[in-house]
């Protein structure tokens, strides 16, 4: 079986609301990477081996006396480096060059020119001016520019507006480039990257899909042996694709807890348990808990003490579950990579938090078990194609994001059995119809929300006066950002007149024009 991280790329996180898209960029390449903060340990960077350095973008002017800086190490272990954006400024300033505020700021498209035909660049372009030169159209997100090179360092991009867009010292293969190659608006990004990581890094591309199945099933059979697995099966992506990975590697030694906490999508348990159950074979317990759930969160108002109820019921009964079974030695969880990062973030205060993280929180170590969580090194795209080639259903793969807490982030106010179901029927009916009208695959995610204001309507010749429900639909790459979309009026038109005509308890219908920032995708 290949070693799928022999060659890896390392990146170093400064900050950039792009950093995981870096990431994202080279794994879809084929090679292996991982993610850490700028300031991660010497010693963690030279037991890592990288086969070369991505130094990301990131908030700081670099001239300010506190900003970051990429650990010396970084450029005394010989291997290849990119910076991008504020990483080239850094490079530039830590390597005897330097950098000031730009005379025009750039945020948005603009249009490079390559030089000196470094091996980044050249035979990659958009098009050719009249004299021949190679053009790029880039992203461009910067206040700072590099004014002076290091010495040994040479022009390679410019625009009319940045007279150093990007710089190569070809002898250290050291590169530093002032746009953003991660995102989709840079069109010939990905050729650049990948450029970096083939040519310069001479890494071969052993990540597919196919090797990491491989090895993901390896690794499980090695830490469970012929020992009992135990996982908390929610119908999501993450704990579905843990699921089948653990049914393929242990078969009936795996045994599934799927908790109904009442804040489900309409018929969602029966899916679950029909496509688990019935038609994959996998061993499922179904514990019916929506009453328990509803009694604890009675009254309750606060979004975070929501929350922190539903995870701790989570959890409650999910260990009165466990604790009737013999002999489970692992406890299987659905963690995935940026769920490392964001942890990894937080426990050193690099991370705000805006809110508790949508997934519920972790289980009570007096469980004793020992964790299996084979998905933690991998982003919810690599997932889903993992989940097709497992044969989980696409609808079920594909289908946009769900809280962890469920419907109980999208009942503002107190929750209860009456508001999920009326939540429950007019988030169907959206969703449906979207599918009907061939705009689901357009957003990336929709849903409805239940509010708890009452509003006057009229029914036939009967005055109404009843609920509120907000539709929200959006459009993103990374999620870190959003606008709303842009559905049809005809469409909202008649989505509307379905929720209130079969929902007796709803009397308006609104839409939800709010963008990421300032607003957040959920309500709450």
């Known amino acids: 079986m290949p070693n799928i991280q022999h060659h890896k790329i390392l990146i170093l996180d400064f900050g950039s609301q792009y950093t995981q898209l870096i990431a994202r960029r080279v794994r879809e390449i084929g090679v292996y990477c991982e993610l850490v903060p700028y300031d991660v340990s ?14 990301s973008g990131g908030p700081d002017s670099v001239n300010d006396e506190k900003s970051a800086r990429a650990p010396k190490i970084v450029f005394d272990i010989k291997v290849p480096i990119l910076g991008i954006c504020y990483g080239m400024q850094t490079m530039a300033v830590q390597l005897g060059g330097e950098a000031t505020s730009a005379n025009k700021a750039e945020f948005g498209f603009a249009k490079i020119r390559a030089r000196n035909h470094s091996i980044l660049l050249t035979k990659i372009n958009d098009e050719r001016n009249s004299d021949g030169h190679e053009l790029l159209d880039v992203w461009m997100s910067h206040g700072i520019e590099v004014t002076k090179l290091p010495n040994g360092f040479e022009l390679i991009a410019s625009t009319d507006n940045c007279p150093i867009a990007g710089f190569a010292n070809p002898k250290k293969h050291y590169y530093g480039l002032q746009f953003h190659p991660e995102v989709t608006h840079t069109k010939q990004g990905r050729k650049i990257l990948e450029r970096f990581i083939t040519d310069i890094c001479h890494c071969e591309k052993k990540w597919t899909t196919e090797n990491i199945i491989e090895d993901l099933l390896e690794k499980i059979k090695v830490q469970v042996s012929d020992q009992k697995v135990l996982l908390g099966l929610s119908g999501g992506v993450d704990s579905s694709v843990v699921a089948m990975l653990l049914q393929k590697a242990i078969g009936d030694k795996l045994t599934c807890v799927f908790v109904d906490n009442g804040l489900l999508r309409l018929n969602e348990g029966d899916e679950v348990m029909n496509t688990f159950s019935e038609n994959l074979g996998v061993k499922v317990i179904r514990a019916d808990a929506k009453d328990y759930f509803y009694e604890q969160l009675k009254n309750e108002k606060d979004p975070e003490i929501k929350r922190k109820i539903i995870g701790k019921a989570f959890v409650e009964i999910f260990t009165q579950q466990s604790k009737k079974l013999k002999d489970i030695n692992f406890l ?42 084979p998905l933690k090194e991998l982003f919810k795209d690599e997932v889903r194609t993992i989940g097709v080639k497992l044969g989980l259903p696409k609808k079920m ?61 009229v029914t036939g010749d009967e005055r109404r006066y009843d609920y509120v429900i907000a539709l929200r639909a959006v459009e993103t790459i990374d999620f870190m950002t959003a606008r709303w979309a842009r559905l049809p009026f005809d469409f909202l038109d008649h989505v509307s007149n379905r929720i209130i005509n079969e929902i007796s308890r709803v009397s308006r219908v609104v839409y939800d024009i709010s963008g990421k920032p300032p607003a957040t995708i959920e309500w709450e």
């Open 397 to 457: 793969l594909n289908r946009h994001p769900f809280p962890g807490p469920g419907l109980g982030v999208r009942i503002l106010g107190p929750i209860n059995e009456e508001f999920a179901d009326i939540l429950r029927f007019a988030d169907n009916i959206f969703i449906e119809e979207l599918n009907n009208f061939n705009l689901y695959d357009k957003v990336n995610q929709a849903f409805a929300v239940f509010l708890p204001i009452k509003s006057v309507g």
């Open 332 to 373: 299987a969880q659905g963690t995935i990579y940026p769920d490392v990062i964001e942890s990894a973030g937080a426990a050193s205060g690099k991370a705000k938090v805006i809110k508790s993280h949508h997934n519920v929180g972790g289980l009570p170590e007096n469980l004793k078990f020992e964790l299996v969580e």
């Open 42 to 55: 010497s010693h963690f960077i030279e037991n890592f081996e990288p086969s070369g350095i991505i130094l």
